[in-house]
């Protein structure tokens, strides 16, 4: 199995599908931006090949480039898990004629526009939501719509530039800030909880399964510095309030034709039971949600993933074990971290329970909260019960405290 795989070092979570590749006994060609020089020495170890090439995200550079360096071998796969290069994976594809989604398919998943449009098409429950490009299609839109809004990039991620809007004062404010988003999504607000529901699929079908919960919801999250994000992996999927999400999971991954591979769905539990899309990509979730999925079943899916893309088998346990918490923390002031309180007490009580403890040392840059989730790093829990899994997670969001200075 000969498998070309894009950006293979970066983000830094790609080593570990690398890995995962080799170990099921696939030839792994990587295509990347960093230099060669500069790869992590697993990720070099894991390559037969590595092709640099000078702008990663470039995607008909990219495209003519691995033609031409791939060519008169070998290829059986091309794979990618970052966001921003599903699109450029299903091009090279078409291009040697490979199986796999083909670029329109992808586009469904990573174009919000024609996402909520194939899904509507199937029936799926879904914002109300218009494509904008100018200032004047944002106010029509806004008009149609109403308040409270949403108003996102059309080809996002991870809720970042991810803006509510409650007012025709607040619109303008929104709209000086994302002057520099080409396309956005104007979208209905939805009031409740929110989740996820992300698959390892086989043509269509998942293998694995997972939810998961924001705490708070994602757009506080990412609009409130003094918030500590949690997000929570549930162990019981079987519990009743949450089988419409499921059912909408599943309904979504055949209006939208996925193929085989990660995907990670958005969507909403309103209080009164209904469950609403909100977005889906055809990769795995950020933000170090795959080792969640992990510890909750004490499972490899970094590998399990390798497998499916290469073989079309999934050979891990399924079983839930635990719900598994990940707690990201960011520091009071700017500058470096100077001091970390509360850890020491926080494990003390509860450090049986903690899996990755993994904040910033004293003397490190903070990170910049509006451009990371996580942030200035953080804590992982585990517990088979939930609510004793919440009440860890919900101490150590506000007990323990990162300075900078």
Same mark, same amino acid.
């Given at each position: ?219 506080? +999250? ?8 949690? !997000?929570?992996?549930? *162990?019981?999927? #079987? &519990?009743? %309030?949450?089988? =419409? ?70 050979? +891990? ?8 918490? !990940?707690?990201?923390? *960011?520091?009071? #002031? &700017?500058? %470096?971290?100077? =001091? ?66």
């Amino acid at each position: 199995m000969k498998v070309v795989f894009l950006a293979p070092n970066y983000p830094p979570e790609m080593r570990q599908y690398t890995r995962g590749l080799v170990e099921v006994g696939a030839t792994v060609y990587g295509v990347g931006d960093t230099p060669a020089a500069q790869l992590h020495p697993s990720v070099r170890g894991y390559l037969s090949d590595y092709l640099q090439v000078p702008n990663i995200m470039d995607e008909l550079d990219v495209t003519n480039r691995v033609h031409a360096w791939m060519r008169g071998r070998e290829v059986d796969r091309v794979l990618a898990n970052w966001e921003v290069l599903v699109l450029t994976a299903a091009r090279i594809r078409e291009r040697f004629g490979l199986p796999g989604m083909s670029r329109d398919t992808v586009m469904g998943f990573r174009d919000k526009a024609i996402m909520k449009d194939r899904a509507r098409l199937q029936g799926v429950r879904t914002p109300r939501s218009a494509r904008v490009r100018t200032v004047a299609e944002v106010h029509r839109a806004a008009a149609e719509i109403g308040y409270p809004l949403v108003l996102k990039p059309i080809a996002g991620a991870g809720s970042a530039d991810t803006w509510r809007v409650d007012n025709a004062v607040e619109l303008e404010r929104v709209i000086e800030a994302m002057r520099r988003v080409e396309e956005a999504s104007c979208e209905e607000f939805i009031e409740g909880e929110e989740f996820t529901f992300d698959t390892v699929c086989i043509d269509g079908r998942p293998a694995y399964t997972n939810i998961a919960q924001y705490l708070p919801p994602p757009i506080i +999250a990412r609009s409130v510095e003094s918030v500590s994000p949690v !997000i929570i992996t549930v *162990r019981d999927m #079987g &519990q009743e %309030r949450l089988q =419409a999400g499921v059912k909408l999971g599943h309904q979504v991954l055949g209006a939208l034709g996925m193929g085989t591979g990660f995907t990670h769905m958005e969507w909403f539990r309103k209080p009164d039971g209904t469950a609403v899309f909100g977005e889906i990509g055809c990769r795995p979730g950020g933000a170090h949600i795959v080792d969640q999925m992990n510890y909750t079943s004490d499972i490899d899916l970094f590998r399990e993933w390798a497998r499916v893309s290469c073989w079309n088998t999934f050979q +891990a346990p399924t079983a839930r074990k635990y719900n598994v918490a !990940i707690v990201f923390k *960011r520091a009071i #002031g &700017q500058g %470096r971290i100077t =001091a970390i309180r509360g850890l020491h007490e926080f494990m003390r009580e509860y450090g049986d329970h903690v899996v990755e403890q993994h904040l910033l040392p004293i003397g490190t840059p903070r990170r910049n909260w509006k451009q990371t989730l996580t942030s200035d790093g953080h804590l992982m829990i585990r517990h088979p019960d939930w609510e004793t899994t919440r009440r860890i997670a919900e101490a150590a969001a506000e007990e323990v405290t990162l300075y900078a200075g």
